[in-house]
C-alpha cells in the first residue's frame, strides 16, 4: 500500500493509505524514490512490483540521486 504523511498544525504526523485520503477530492502526489541497488534485477523487480499498483500512472527511471519518479492518483 501507499502511504500519505500529513503534517498537522499540531505537530502531529497522519498517515493515510493512500485510498483512504479523507478530502472530498483525489490526490496526485510525486514520488522520489531511490533504491539500494541500481542491479538490473533490482530495477526490473521494482518496475514491476510498481506496474501492479492501479495508483501509480506514471514511472519514469531517472539518473542520480533519484532512480525512479512516480506519479501517483488516489
Known amino acids: 500500500a501507499l502511504l500519505l504523511f500529513a ?3 499540531e ?7 493512500l485510498g ?3 478530502a472530498p477530492y483525489g490526490i496526485t502526489v510525486f514520488a522520489m524514490v531511490s533504491l539500494r ?3 538490473e ?8 512490483y510498481v506496474g501492479q499498483l492501479a495508483e501509480v500512472r506514471e514511472c519514469y527511471m531517472l539518473n542520480g540521486e533519484i532512480d525512479f519518479l512516480l506519479k501517483v492518483v488516489a
Open 7 to 9: 503534517a498537522t498544525g
Open 11 to 17: 505537530g502531529e504526523i497522519l498517515v493515510y493509505r
Open 20 to 22: 483512504d485520503w479523507p
Open 37 to 39: 541497488s541500481q542491479a
Open 41 to 48: 534485477a533490482d530495477l526490473k523487480a521494482f518496475e514491476g
